[in-house]
T-cell receptor
Framework: LAKTTQPISMDSYEGQEVNITCSHNNIATNDYITWYQQFPSQGPRFIIQGYKTKVTNEVASLFIPADRKSSTLSLPRVSLSDTAVYYC????????????FGTGTRLLVSP | DGGITQSPKYLFRKEGQNVTLSCEQNLNHDAMYWYRQDPGQGLRLIYYSQIVNDFQKGDIAEGYSVSREKKESFPLTVTSAQKNPTAFYLC??????????FGPGTRLTVL
C-alpha cells in the first residue's frame, strides 16, 4: 500500500480557501486517492475520492496532477466547523479497500 | 434511519478480562472493518470481513478476535492477551469498491 505524507498541521481563518497537499510518490496504477475528515472522538467521514485530474463535490475539490505523485484537497471558504483532522489515503480499487491511515493534517480554523 | 452503531460508547475493563465491542450496520454493506486509534495517531486495521463467516487479520490482530455470523454484525473481542488495549475503537462498513462508513466509536479504558 502506498505511503502518504501530509503536513502535520495547518492554520486558517474563516472564509479562506484551504489547500492540503498530500505526497504519494509510489502510488500504483490501480490506486485511488481518498480523503477523510475526522472530528475529535468521532469516526472518520468520507470527503472525496479521485483517480486523476479534478474531482469536485458539494464540500471539496480534489486536484491530482498527471504523474499522480501528489494530490491537493481544496476546501473553499472554511468555517469554524471545518476544524478537524484530514487524512489522505491511497488504496487499490480492486475490491474491499484495506485503508492505511497516517497521522493526518490537523486543520485549525480561527475566527 | 440507516447507519452503523457501536456500543457501548465507553467501556471500562479490568486487567485480565475479555470484553466484546458491538458493531451493527443496516446499510446492507458486504464488508466490515475494525480499527484502533491511539491518541494523536491515525487508525490501524485490526480485522476485516468481506463476507459472512469469513474474516482476515489486519495489521494489529494479536490479542483480538472477531466473528461474522450475520451480515449486519461484526463484534470485536478484546482478549486478555492484548497487552495495551486502552484505545478508541472504530467499526466501519462498505460496499465492494466503495468508500467506508464509520461508526461513532467505543472508547475502551483498562483500569
Amino acid at each position: 500500500l502506498a505511503k502518504t505524507t501530509q503536513p502535520i498541521s495547518m492554520d486558517s481563518y474563516e472564509g479562506q480557501e484551504v489547500n492540503i497537499t498530500c505526497s504519494h510518490n509510489n502510488i500504483a496504477t490501480n490506486d485511488y486517492i481518498t480523503w477523510y475528515q475526522q472530528f475529535p472522538s468521532q469516526g472518520p467521514r468520507f470527503i472525496i475520492q479521485g483517480y486523476k485530474t479534478k474531482v469536485t463535490n458539494e464540500v471539496a475539490s480534489l486536484f491530482i496532477p498527471a504523474d499522480r505523485k501528489s494530490s491537493t484537497l481544496s476546501l473553499p471558504r472554511v468555517s469554524l466547523s471545518d476544524t478537524a483532522v484530514y487524512y489522505c489515503l491511497v488504496a487499490a480499487d480492486t475490491g474491499f479497500q484495506k485503508l492505511v491511515f497516517g497521522t493526518g493534517t490537523r486543520l485549525l480554523v480561527s475566527p | 434511519d440507516g447507519g452503523i452503531t457501536q456500543s457501548p460508547k465507553y467501556l471500562f475493563r479490568k486487567e485480565g478480562q475479555n470484553v466484546t465491542l458491538s458493531c451493527e450496520q443496516n446499510l446492507n454493506h458486504d464488508a466490515m472493518y475494525w480499527y484502533r486509534q491511539d491518541p494523536g495517531q491515525g487508525l490501524r486495521l485490526i480485522y476485516y470481513s468481506q463476507i459472512v463467516n469469513d474474516f482476515q487479520k489486519g495489521d494489529i490482530a494479536e490479542g483480538y478476535s472477531v466473528s461474522r455470523e450475520k451480515k449486519e454484525s461484526f463484534p470485536l473481542t478484546v482478549t486478555s492477551a492484548q497487552k495495551n488495549p486502552t484505545a478508541f475503537y472504530l467499526c466501519a462498513s462498505s460496499f465492494y469498491k466503495r468508500e467506508q462508513f464509520f461508526g461513532p466509536g467505543t472508547r475502551l479504558t483498562v483500569l
